[in-house]
């Protein structure tokens, strides 16, 4: 048996996963095909000349090892394509271990490090440390390599701060921990399964698909949207569930009694719905964009205007007085289901361990308490995370068609500053600059992306060389880094997840 990939491709109702199973090599490494005869060429045919960007992410094997997997992004006839180049075991994780093995990954399979323009991996501290991260260290040996941080890493961020608020820590904490409760008792999940059945028995329509009540995924803060949904298709039947079993329906252990009958409590409570409809509500805003920021094709202009645009009607709603009433209904159904109303806490002139604001409703009491803090919260962070990407992109952006408008002198001064030395003729740029500006100027369709302006044939490389360079370049950088990899086993490989991070896939192993 030979050392090396064997791809499988499983097929099943909702997506394919190709699975790449390897044995350990005495390089520690894992190549998923042979770098030689086939993307080596594509990044050294590019017409503009060989660049490419790299994307880098760890992820720990069932043997708690650290795997390293390296993307490289480079441009095919004006489409950005990404290619999984190798899984590294990493005995070291700090900056200059990891900085190391990424150079020594790209030499060996033939890529000049001094040809990489963008590189993009998350925020921790040995990744994006100011002088001692991998970004810092490969960018002191390569000063081109311009580093992006992750936005579907800073997007999770942004949601995980706004989540500080106390009340909605505790609304999180107890669906975690009834995700606990079913997961580890066949007995209980059994319990709940005929709780759903009994619910539809007694609908007409409506009714409940789902059985199972999942954990939180403990790294994705938009995939708990998921299990959001899911919690509040199936309320009725949990508490029916936790009802039965704090009442001893069965022979139920002490254990099972006790736990029930704090998590029925906590449910019910007003508090909990009312931070419940609140992140639910505000969660349905961002799973779209992050399923977008992990797509493959995506652009840093479309990563751009995809934030820019969630930001801007999030703020809106601040002052949207229907936004919240839409909510509040929601909170009025969940209590029905409990036999209950939306009540106000017991309050006392000083109070320290939550929230004292005065209202004269309920209404108003959540309102002023969880769902304008949550809110407020969840702005400011969007604001702090993505000011940076925003300022990226304002610059050389501003060549694609659509945004000509907003260059000006400082814009165009970034321009040089940054591409200036890849320009094959930075010397004739102004007036190249001109002549574009002159051609879109009449054109009433005109591309508002960097893939739709490099394949449109007005793009003529020929008259246009500096600028259709510099968007090129540009492609080469992507709005999030490399996620998409479950371990499998001990030094087994990885499964990727087409769901989560679209690849072209791998050559054929040689004979």
């Known amino acids: 048996m030979t050392n090396g990939i064997r791809p499988f491709n499983l097929v099943n109702s909702s997506q394919t996963y190709l699975w790449m199973i390897s044995i350990k090599n005495q390089t520690n490494r894992i190549r998923p095909f042979n770098p030689v005869n086939s ?4 990044v050294r045919d590019q017409p503009i000349g060989p660049y490419f960007g ?6 720990t094997d069932a043997s708690n090892w650290e795997q390293l997997g390296v993307v490289i992004r480079y441009v095919v006839n004006g489409k950005p394509i990404e290619r999984l180049i190798e899984f590294i075991e990493c005995e070291e994780i700090t900056g200059m271990a990891i900085c190391e093995s990424i150079i020594s990954c790209m030499n060996e ?15 921790a501290g040995n990744m994006s440390g100011k002088h001692s991260g991998c970004a810092a260290r490969f960018k002191d040996q390569y000063p ?4 992006h941080y992750c936005s579907c890493h800073d997007l999770n961020l942004a949601i995980s701060k706004s989540c500080s608020l106390k009340e909605v820590q505790i609304c999180l904490d107890t669906l975690k921990k009834l995700g606990i409760f079913f997961k580890y008792s066949p007995k209980r999940t059994r319990r709940l399964e005929r709780a759903v059945d009994e619910i539809n028995d007694e609908r007409t329509e409506n009714k409940i698909d789902k059985k199972k009540f999942k954990v939180f995924s403990e790294t994705r803060w938009v995939e708990k949207h998921i299990t959001l949904q899911t919690f509040q298709e199936m309320y009725q039947p949990i508490l029916l569930c936790l009802e039965a079993i704090s009442l001893r329906e069965r022979n139920w252990d002490a254990k099972a009694v006790v736990e029930a009958n704090g998590l029925l409590a906590k449910l ?8 419940f409809q609140t992140i639910r509500n505000f969660f349905g805003y961002m799973s779209g964009l992050s399923k977008k920021l992990q797509g493959s094709s995506l652009d840093v202009l479309d990563g751009y205007r995809m934030v820019a645009h969630v930001r801007e009607v999030i703020s809106g709603l601040r002052s949207d007085d229907n936004e919240y009433d839409s909510v509040f209904h929601r909170m009025e159904e969940m209590a029905q289901l409990t036999d209950g109303v939306m009540t106000v806490p ?21 309102k002023r308490n969880t769902y304008l803090p949550y809110l407020d919260s969840l702005i400011q962070q969007l604001d702090f995370r993505f000011s940076t990407l925003a300022q990226q992109s304002a610059q050389a952006l501003c060549l ?3 945004n000509l408008s907003r260059l000006n002198q400082e814009v165009l001064h970034a321009i040089e500053t940054s591409f200036g030395s890849d320009m094959p003729d930075q010397s004739s740029f102004l007036q190249e600059l001109n002549l574009w500006k002159q051609m879109w100027s009449h054109q009433t369709d005109q591309p508002d992306t960097l893939s739709k302006t490099l394949l449109d044939d007005r793009t003529c490389r020929t008259m246009f060389p500096n600028i259709t360079k510099v968007i090129h370049l540009l492609l080469l950088t992507k709005p999030r880094s490399f996620r998409g990899l479950r371990p499998l086993g001990p030094h087994q490989g990885f499964a990727l997840d087409p769901q989560g991070a679209s690849r072209r896939p791998p050559d054929p192993l040689p004979q």
């Open 400 to 402: 694609v068609p659509s």
């Open 39 to 42: 993307f080596h060429r594509e």
């Open 144 to 147: 081109k390599a311009v580093y």
């Open 54 to 59: 790299y994307q880098c992410d760890e992820v």
């Open 346 to 366: 017991r309050q006392c002139s000083r109070q320290s361990q939550r929230s004292n604001v005065p209202a004269s409703s309920a209404k108003e009491y959540f």
């Open 268 to 275: 019910s409570d007003s508090q909990f719905i009312a931070s």
């Open 109 to 123: 399979v033939g890529l000049d490090p001094n040809y990489c323009r963008s590189q993009t991996m998350d925020g």
